[in-house]
């Protein structure tokens, strides 16, 4: 109903909050995933393999990307 709505809205506010708690668990997972994969590892497989909203590995793509700790390649993505 729209307590649902409404709750879902407070939480989209403190979003920045959660994620503090919860990238570097997604972090950790990705980087984990790649290092076990000797070739570069597709988005959609890699959201495949640990069950993680597309969202959420959006927002720790571009936190490792940028970081420089994952590697984006047109063939996939590569732990650095």
Do not use: F, M
């Not at 407070?10 to 984990?32: H, V």
Request: hydrophobic share 30%.
């Amino acid at each position: 109903g729209s307590e649902g709505a409404i709750h879902l809205g407070s939480a989209t506010k403190y979003d920045d909050r959660e994620e503090s708690n919860l990238e570097p668990n997604i972090e950790n997972r990705i980087i984990d995933h790649l290092k076990k994969n000797s070739e570069p590892t597709l988005r959609k497989d890699l959201r495949a393999a640990l069950k993680i909203n597309n969202q959420r590995l959006g927002q720790a793509l571009t936190l490792l990307i940028n970081s420089g700790r994952v590697i984006s390649k047109s063939t996939g993505l590569i732990a650095s």
